[in-house]
């Protein structure tokens, strides 16, 4: 079926008949070695309902001891309270 607004679409008036609106992470439940992103509620999976492979990096973030460290490279000493922002990137996190 067709959506139309009534005259020119407005945000604050058609939202609610042109959009869904997208789960939050609140009730996501991250893979071993990731935690929820602070104020899960707040921040919101990809689509209308999160799916637990696409919104890992949306709703968790990775422990920093999970991290495999490039050559010549260790992880630091609080690595196990220490987590990327989503997944671990070797040239984004290695520092």
């Excluded at 009534?6 to 609106?21: H, K, N, Q, S, V």
């Excluded at 789960?23 to 707040?42: D, G, I, M, Q, W």
């Excluded at 991290?67 to 990327?84: E, G, P």
Aim: hydrophobic share 30%; charged share 25%.
């Amino acid at each position: 079926s067709e959506l139309s607004c009534e005259g020119p679409c407005d945000l604050a008036e058609d939202l609610r008949t042109c959009c869904d609106a997208a789960e939050s992470c609140a009730n996501f439940t991250c893979p071993a070695h990731y935690v929820l992103k602070p104020r899960p509620s707040e921040v919101f999976c990809i689509d209308v309902a999160c799916d637990p492979t696409a919104d890992i990096d949306s709703c968790c973030d990775q422990e920093c001891s999970s991290f495999v460290c490039s050559d010549r490279s260790r992880l630091k000493a609080n690595a196990s309270t220490t987590f990327c922002m989503g997944t671990c990137d070797l040239l984004r996190d290695r520092r």
